[in-house]
């Protein structure tokens, strides 16, 4: 299952990379886009309890309507 916020923390760290590179701070880009690799990898490998374990999560806060919202 993905996982929508570690994808769109994953861009947020792309961008962030892409504009140290073009400020030629090669190390911080470098350190940026190994980040949203890392991130790219866990929100792919969420497993099935995680995602029931959110969405209990979710129910019990109350806040399940906006996250079925957003994964439409």
Do not use: C
């Not at 029931?52 to 994964?71: D, M, P, Y």
């Amino acid at each position: 299952m993905k996982d929508p916020g570690l994808n769109a923390e994953a861009d947020r760290s792309e961008r962030r990379a892409v504009a140290a590179q073009k400020d030629g701070m090669r190390e911080v880009a470098q350190l940026q886009d190994a980040r949203a690799d890392r991130l790219r990898a866990q929100a792919g490998n969420q497993s099935l309890g995680d995602v029931i374990a959110s969405t209990l999560v979710n129910l019990f806060l109350g806040g399940s309507t906006k996250s079925l919202e957003r994964n439409r």
